[in-house]
């Protein structure tokens, strides 16, 4: 089992920035494909970054690509979002996941292991 646990959401203004934090325990020495997603209200999940189990690549979806980076710290079994250049359209519950095996999807059925979510708000 992996537990994954969201934190860095929060109430943020029209343009300003937030960096959410995901940390990933459960099978050591094992590392996973990680994304993200969002979840707004009354809409569907959909995807937002995720970084390869290996060689570094990162996907993104087409309306954060420029504002949105992911990172990953594989020693600290952590990923990271920095949120830049956020809009009230960025409002959403934003969901840590884990993938075992193969290398970034944008399908959340894809992933195997969820987190809670955490909220991200932005204000006009």
């Known amino acids: 089992q992996v537990q994954l646990v969201e934190s860095g959401g929060g109430l943020v203004q029209a343009g300003g920035s937030l960096r959410l934090s995901c940390a990933a325990s459960?099978?050591?020495?094992?590392?996973?494909?990680m994304g993200w997603f969002r979840e707004a209200p009354g809409k569907e999940r959909e995807f937002v970054a995720a970084?390869?189990?290996?060689?570094?690549?990162?996907s993104y979806a087409d309306s954060v690509k420029g504002r949105f980076t992911i990172s990953r710290d594989d020693a600290k079994s952590a990923v990271y979002l920095q949120m830049d250049s956020l809009g009230p359209e960025d409002t959403a519950v934003y969901y840590c996941?884990?993938?075992?095996?193969?290398?970034?999807?944008?399908?959340?059925?894809?992933?195997?292991?969820w987190g809670r979510g955490t909220q991200v708000t932005v204000s006009s």
């Open positions: 970084a390869n189990q290996v060689g570094g690549g990162t």
């Open positions: 459960g099978r050591a020495g094992r590392t996973y494909t």
């Open positions: 996941a884990a993938k075992l095996f193969g290398s970034a999807s944008m399908d959340a059925p894809a992933y195997q292991y």
